[in-house]
Protein backbone atom coordinates (compact mmCIF):
# COMPACT_ATOMS: atom_id res chain seq x y z
CA UNK A 1 0.00 0.00 0.00
CA UNK A 2 1.00 3.92 -0.16
CA UNK A 3 2.75 5.17 2.65
CA UNK A 4 2.99 9.00 3.10
CA UNK A 5 5.72 10.92 5.29
CA UNK A 6 4.94 14.24 6.33
CA UNK A 7 7.48 16.97 7.78
CA UNK A 8 7.87 18.81 9.70
CA UNK A 9 4.88 17.84 12.44
CA UNK A 10 4.75 21.36 13.67
CA UNK A 11 5.70 24.75 12.09
CA UNK A 12 6.19 28.10 13.47
CA UNK A 13 6.81 31.11 11.46
CA UNK A 14 6.65 34.71 11.67
CA UNK A 15 3.64 36.24 10.52
CA UNK A 16 4.15 37.61 6.80
CA UNK A 17 6.71 34.77 6.22
CA UNK A 18 6.50 31.76 3.81
CA UNK A 19 5.70 28.51 4.99
CA UNK A 20 6.73 25.25 3.29
CA UNK A 21 5.60 21.63 4.08
CA UNK A 22 6.83 18.16 2.26
CA UNK A 23 5.41 15.22 2.03
CA UNK A 24 6.92 11.76 0.65
CA UNK A 25 5.01 9.06 -1.20
CA UNK A 26 6.03 5.63 -1.97
CA UNK A 27 3.69 4.44 -5.19
CA UNK A 28 5.25 5.36 -8.56
CA UNK A 29 1.98 4.75 -9.92
CA UNK A 30 0.17 7.30 -7.65
CA UNK A 31 -1.39 10.49 -9.68
CA UNK A 32 -3.00 12.66 -7.82
CA UNK A 33 -2.21 14.65 -4.43
CA UNK A 34 -4.69 16.99 -2.43
CA UNK A 35 -3.51 19.38 0.67
CA UNK A 36 -6.33 19.34 3.62
CA UNK A 37 -6.81 22.39 6.06
CA UNK A 38 -8.07 21.60 9.05
CA UNK A 39 -9.10 24.05 11.80
CA UNK A 40 -10.16 23.66 14.87
CA UNK A 41 -13.67 21.72 15.76
CA UNK A 42 -14.06 21.13 11.86
CA UNK A 43 -13.06 18.56 9.13
CA UNK A 44 -10.81 18.33 6.83
CA UNK A 45 -10.89 20.95 3.70
CA UNK A 46 -9.33 20.60 0.65
CA UNK A 47 -7.25 23.49 -0.36
CA UNK A 48 -5.39 22.45 -3.61
CA UNK A 49 -4.62 19.87 -5.34
CA UNK A 50 -1.97 18.49 -8.34
CA UNK A 51 -2.29 16.01 -10.40
CA UNK A 52 0.80 14.24 -11.82
CA UNK A 53 1.02 15.47 -15.53
CA UNK A 54 2.14 19.18 -13.85
CA UNK A 55 4.67 20.39 -11.91
CA UNK A 56 3.33 23.28 -9.85
CA UNK A 57 0.30 24.67 -9.13
CA UNK A 58 -1.07 27.94 -7.82
CA UNK A 59 -3.58 29.90 -6.01
CA UNK A 60 -3.15 32.61 -4.59
CA UNK A 61 -1.15 32.50 -1.90
CA UNK A 62 -0.87 28.71 -1.73
CA UNK A 63 1.03 26.55 -4.42
CA UNK A 64 1.81 22.84 -4.88
CA UNK A 65 4.79 21.38 -6.37
CA UNK A 66 5.84 17.82 -7.31
CA UNK A 67 8.68 15.98 -8.62
CA UNK A 68 7.96 12.47 -9.52
CA UNK A 69 11.06 11.06 -10.20
CA UNK A 70 12.27 11.88 -6.37
CA UNK A 71 8.40 11.17 -5.52
CA UNK A 72 7.76 14.14 -2.89
CA UNK A 73 5.12 16.85 -3.05
CA UNK A 74 5.47 20.37 -0.97
CA UNK A 75 2.72 22.80 0.02
CA UNK A 76 3.99 26.52 0.11
CA UNK A 77 1.92 29.18 1.77
CA UNK A 78 3.40 33.11 0.87
CA UNK A 79 3.03 36.24 3.01
CA UNK A 80 1.28 34.12 6.06
CA UNK A 81 -1.21 35.60 7.76
CA UNK A 82 -3.23 34.48 11.17
CA UNK A 83 -6.09 33.08 9.70
CA UNK A 84 -3.42 30.73 7.90
CA UNK A 85 -2.67 28.76 11.57
CA UNK A 86 -4.31 25.15 11.86
CA UNK A 87 -3.32 21.45 10.81
CA UNK A 88 -2.19 20.31 7.04
CA UNK A 89 -2.55 17.33 5.52
CA UNK A 90 -0.96 15.79 2.47
CA UNK A 91 -2.57 12.74 0.83
CA UNK A 92 -2.06 10.36 -1.84
CA UNK A 93 -4.14 8.05 -3.35
CA UNK A 94 -3.83 3.87 -2.77
CA UNK A 95 -5.57 0.62 -3.61
CA UNK A 96 -5.23 -2.53 -2.23
CA UNK A 97 -4.42 -4.83 0.84
CA UNK A 98 -8.55 -4.02 1.42
CA UNK A 99 -8.58 -0.06 1.69
CA UNK A 100 -9.81 1.70 -1.47
CA UNK A 101 -8.94 5.89 -1.10
CA UNK A 102 -6.17 8.26 0.07
CA UNK A 103 -3.70 7.33 2.58
CA UNK A 104 -2.90 10.94 4.13
CA UNK A 105 -0.08 12.28 5.95
CA UNK A 106 0.22 12.91 9.91
CA UNK A 107 -0.58 16.37 9.18
CA UNK A 108 1.71 19.74 10.27
CA UNK A 109 0.26 21.89 12.72
CA UNK A 110 1.35 25.38 11.30
CA UNK A 111 1.66 28.10 13.74
CA UNK A 112 1.57 31.89 12.68
CA UNK A 113 3.58 34.35 15.30
CA UNK A 114 1.93 37.49 15.16
CA UNK B 1 -25.18 23.99 0.24
CA UNK B 2 -22.99 21.07 -0.20
CA UNK B 3 -22.54 19.55 3.16
CA UNK B 4 -21.48 15.69 5.03
CA UNK B 5 -23.75 15.80 8.26
CA UNK B 6 -22.39 13.85 11.07
CA UNK B 7 -24.48 13.10 14.44
CA UNK B 8 -23.92 13.42 16.96
CA UNK B 9 -20.89 15.88 17.15
CA UNK B 10 -20.01 14.74 20.82
CA UNK B 11 -20.78 11.81 22.56
CA UNK B 12 -19.83 10.07 26.12
CA UNK B 13 -20.99 6.40 26.44
CA UNK B 14 -19.78 3.08 28.24
CA UNK B 15 -17.97 -0.07 27.29
CA UNK B 16 -20.47 -2.25 25.72
CA UNK B 17 -23.44 0.27 25.00
CA UNK B 18 -23.95 -0.24 21.11
CA UNK B 19 -23.95 3.35 19.23
CA UNK B 20 -24.65 4.32 15.73
CA UNK B 21 -23.04 7.23 13.97
CA UNK B 22 -24.77 8.81 11.38
CA UNK B 23 -23.30 10.52 8.22
CA UNK B 24 -25.64 12.04 5.50
CA UNK B 25 -24.23 13.79 2.37
CA UNK B 26 -26.40 16.02 -0.36
CA UNK B 27 -24.36 15.43 -3.28
CA UNK B 28 -25.02 12.43 -4.69
CA UNK B 29 -21.74 11.32 -4.03
CA UNK B 30 -21.15 7.56 -4.71
CA UNK B 31 -18.02 7.09 -2.14
CA UNK B 32 -18.45 7.28 0.88
CA UNK B 33 -16.02 6.86 3.52
CA UNK B 34 -14.98 6.42 7.92
CA UNK B 35 -12.18 7.35 9.21
CA UNK B 36 -11.14 8.65 12.68
CA UNK B 37 -8.23 10.54 13.56
CA UNK B 38 -6.01 10.28 16.23
CA UNK B 39 -3.16 12.41 17.78
CA UNK B 40 0.01 11.28 16.03
CA UNK B 41 -1.68 8.85 13.58
CA UNK B 42 -2.97 11.38 11.46
CA UNK B 43 -6.62 9.93 9.29
CA UNK B 44 -7.04 6.24 9.08
CA UNK B 45 -9.55 4.52 6.80
CA UNK B 46 -11.88 2.34 8.62
CA UNK B 47 -14.31 1.33 6.13
CA UNK B 48 -15.74 2.28 2.81
CA UNK B 49 -18.58 2.43 0.62
CA UNK B 50 -18.27 2.14 -3.32
CA UNK B 51 -21.92 2.75 -3.90
CA UNK B 52 -25.30 1.36 -2.62
CA UNK B 53 -24.90 -2.34 -1.11
CA UNK B 54 -21.07 -2.34 -1.48
CA UNK B 55 -18.87 -1.59 1.51
CA UNK B 56 -15.83 -2.73 2.18
CA UNK B 57 -12.83 -2.89 4.80
CA UNK B 58 -10.08 0.21 5.23
CA UNK B 59 -6.95 -0.05 7.05
CA UNK B 60 -8.69 -0.30 10.23
CA UNK B 61 -11.74 -1.98 10.71
CA UNK B 62 -11.69 -3.95 13.81
CA UNK B 63 -14.89 -3.07 16.00
CA UNK B 64 -16.86 -1.40 13.57
CA UNK B 65 -19.54 -2.49 11.01
CA UNK B 66 -21.32 0.00 8.60
CA UNK B 67 -24.62 -0.28 5.99
CA UNK B 68 -24.95 1.65 2.75
CA UNK B 69 -28.69 1.38 2.04
CA UNK B 70 -29.43 4.59 0.74
CA UNK B 71 -26.82 6.59 -1.58
CA UNK B 72 -27.06 9.75 0.61
CA UNK B 73 -26.25 7.79 4.22
CA UNK B 74 -23.60 5.69 5.44
CA UNK B 75 -23.96 5.11 9.19
CA UNK B 76 -21.11 3.80 11.37
CA UNK B 77 -21.97 1.44 14.11
CA UNK B 78 -19.85 0.17 16.92
CA UNK B 79 -21.57 -2.85 18.25
CA UNK B 80 -19.87 -3.25 21.65
CA UNK B 81 -17.54 -0.19 21.69
CA UNK B 82 -14.21 -0.11 24.23
CA UNK B 83 -12.23 2.44 25.43
CA UNK B 84 -9.69 2.42 22.24
CA UNK B 85 -12.27 3.45 20.35
CA UNK B 86 -11.96 6.72 21.59
CA UNK B 87 -11.11 8.85 18.95
CA UNK B 88 -13.24 11.52 16.71
CA UNK B 89 -14.25 10.30 13.70
CA UNK B 90 -14.96 11.54 10.47
CA UNK B 91 -17.66 11.08 7.36
CA UNK B 92 -16.06 11.98 3.80
CA UNK B 93 -18.23 11.68 1.05
CA UNK B 94 -16.73 11.79 -3.29
CA UNK B 95 -17.31 11.30 -6.71
CA UNK B 96 -14.39 8.37 -6.32
CA UNK B 97 -12.06 6.56 -4.14
CA UNK B 98 -8.68 7.97 -5.18
CA UNK B 99 -8.72 10.66 -7.39
CA UNK B 100 -11.42 13.57 -6.45
CA UNK B 101 -11.31 16.17 -3.33
CA UNK B 102 -13.18 14.30 -0.72
CA UNK B 103 -15.86 16.20 1.38
CA UNK B 104 -15.56 15.59 5.05
CA UNK B 105 -18.37 16.22 7.79
CA UNK B 106 -17.33 18.12 10.97
CA UNK B 107 -16.38 15.47 12.87
CA UNK B 108 -17.98 13.05 15.71
CA UNK B 109 -15.61 12.92 19.27
CA UNK B 110 -16.66 9.71 21.12
CA UNK B 111 -15.68 9.02 24.36
CA UNK B 112 -15.79 5.38 25.88
CA UNK B 113 -15.34 5.06 29.69
Known amino acids: GENVEQHPSTLSVQEGDSAVIKCTYS??????FPWYKQELGKGPQLIID?????GEKKDQRIAVTLNKTAKHFSLHITETQPEDSAVYFC?????????????FGKGTHLIIQP | EAQVTQNPRYLITVTGKKLTVTCSQN?????MSWYRQDPGLGLRQIYY???????DKGDVPEGYKVSRKEKRNFPLILESPSPNQTSLYFC????????????FGDGTRLSIL
Open chain 2, 92 to 103: ASSLGPREQPQH
Open chain 1, 27 to 32: DSASNY
Open chain 1, 50 to 54: IRSNV
Open chain 1, 91 to 103: AAPYSGGGADGLT
Open chain 2, 27 to 31: MNHEY
Open chain 2, 49 to 55: SMNVEVT
